[in-house]
């Protein structure tokens, strides 16, 4: 079966950098976009980025545009977020999900696997 598996969360104080990790496994990794999505304390799901199933398109959201980048090693099954110059308002719980297609949430696609997620906690 399908399972998505996060790691790489923690306690990093502002401005600091972070690597998360989703090890992919139960599909054909290489064929489906994947995505980090994320939820705040007390607040709904946020979309963060997508990256195509060949890893050669890349979408982020707003909110994290020029300090995080989505990457994702398809000889490994893995899919990353590089996180820097994080803010307190990125605190939160990060989940990787499956895409239903080949393209991900900006090209109109759904998911439909999630991870459990990884917290990620910024504060000094």
């Known amino acids: 079966q399908v399972q998505l598996v996060e790691s790489g969360g923690g306690l990093v104080q502002p401005g600091g950098s972070l690597t998360l990790s989703c090890a992919a496994s139960g599909f054909t990794f290489s064929s489906y976009a994947m995505s980090w999505v994320r939820q705040a304390p007390g607040k709904g799901l946020e979309w963060v980025s997508d990256i195509y199933s060949g890893g050669g398109s890349a979408y982020l959201a707003d909110s994290v545009k020029g300090r995080f980048t989505i990457s994702r090693d398809n000889a490994k099954n893995t899919l990353y977020l590089q996180m820097n110059s994080l803010k307190p308002e990125d605190t939160a719980v990060y989940s990787c999900?499956?895409?239903?297609?080949?393209?991900?949430?900006?090209?109109?696609?759904?998911?439909?696997?999630w991870g459990k997620g990884t917290l990620v906690t910024v504060s000094s």
């Open positions: 999900a499956k895409s239903l297609e080949p393209w991900g949430l900006a090209g109109g696609s759904s998911m439909d696997y």
